[in-house]
């Protein structure tokens, strides 16, 4: 299988330099740190410091099981844009200490999740492609969307990181 | 290279999903069937008809370019929910007429993409995973945040056709 880890780097990139657009915006309209990462499309919705959080996730979570490993646990405290800039750095400091061959086998793995008390199985392909990808990117995307409704100036270039 | 098609045919199958809960709502407000088209997070963004055309685009463009085919051209003419459904079949129509083998020799190939003015030239792979993935799902999870944040009760469970 392809490594994952180049691509979800330079996602979370963008993903971090779309944050640093945030911080600009809440510095120039006085806004305090705590409150854009409690902003939402709508109230049934997860904050934005939750999007991010979980597309950190998908990433590492991807990775490590792609290429064998356990999947490291990260506690979900922030509250500021700063925190999840850092929580960020960390899921790429992660994805960096994989090496790239351990993702040669990764074709043949069965990979198991659990979300709440619903386990799931799948083949490594399937998993990839079919929950892992769209995962990232719809929390990706929904964070940006957060951001992008509430006036901080930022679009589909920052989120591709072109 | 994997063939994309089956991901992307599941995919655009939830984002068709998505769009009928979008009529379900519109027909139980008695709103009018252009409307719900035009709605957007932002008045500088692009409208839901939008980024769905945009998202049917990415996924037709990647498998056809992946598989050494002209990209074939379709008219953005839609203005109801109906309209887009359609947009959306006869999109995974034509991926359905692409065989799967087409996609054995992708690896090596180089993809130039125009977007606008702007020429661009990418390996298969990096074109895959750093270009057509990230914007096919952006405009997916895009979509779905727009219905999202107008009450339509969609969520991930319906983007990831779980």
């Known amino acids: 299988m392809q490594n994952p880890v180049p691509f979800f780097t330079h996602s979370l990139t963008a993903l971090s330099n779309i944050l640093v657009k945030a911080e600009a915006h809440a510095e120039a309209k006085k806004i305090k740190p705590e409150v854009i990462p409690q902003l939402r499309l709508i109230a049934d919705m997860l904050p934005l410091w939750r999007q991010v959080t979980i597309a950190c996730d998908h990433a590492k979570g991807a990775a490590a099981r792609l290429a064998g490993l356990e999947v490291p646990a990260f506690a979900d405290t922030e509250t500021t844009l700063a925190e999840l800039r850092d929580r960020i750095s960390r899921t790429i400091a992660y994805l960096a200490t994989i090496p790239a061959d351990a993702f040669d086998a990764a074709d043949a793995r069965t990979i198991a999740i659990k979300a709440g008390s619903h386990e799931r199985s799948f083949g490594a392909v399937q998993y990839y492609f079919g929950y892992a990808l ?8 929904t964070a940006h969307g957060i951001l992008r409704a509430n006036g901080v100036d930022v679009g589909k270039a920052d989120f591709l990181g072109a």
């Open 134 to 141: 769209p995962n990232f990117y719809f929390h990706m995307a």
